[in-house]
């Protein structure tokens, strides 16, 4: 069974930057799609971004363009989220994902989820 574990999340002020990493256990990690969602509660999750398993290929939400970037390590079995230029709409719980599939998806069908950790950006 894979297991996610994100950490990083925390409190900073509108302009400010931040690192979140998610580390895979109990799985090929090098073999998964890896990706990012966020969600702010009484709202759906939303697709923040995702990267292939050569980290060749990554995708972005259209709200975190340009500032988000999406980055994974795999003799460590991470996966990272570089977070510059941060909003007060950037505030939710960040989740980790992992796909059994070559192909990233900007929808829920990932298989492995973690339990997220909180980003506040306050303004």
């Known amino acids: 069974q894979v297991q996610l574990v994100e950490s990083g999340g925390g409190l900073v002020q509108a302009g400010d930057s931040l690192r979140l990493s998610c580390t895979a256990s109990g799985g090929t990690f090098s073999t998964y799609v890896m990706a990012w969602f966020r969600q702010v509660p009484g709202k759906e999750r939303e697709f923040v971004a995702a990267?292939?398993?050569?980290?060749?290929?990554?995708s972005y939400g259209d709200s975190v363009k340009g500032r988000f970037t999406i980055s994974r390590d795999n003799a460590k079995n991470t996966v990272y989220l570089q977070m510059n230029s941060l909003k007060a709409e950037d505030t939710a719980v960040y989740y980790c994902a992992a796909r059994r599939s070559p192909y990233i998806s900007l929808s829920l069908d990932y298989d492995y989820w973690g339990q997220g950790t909180q980003v506040t950006v306050s303004s």
């Open positions: 990267i292939r398993w050569r980290g060749v290929s990554t």
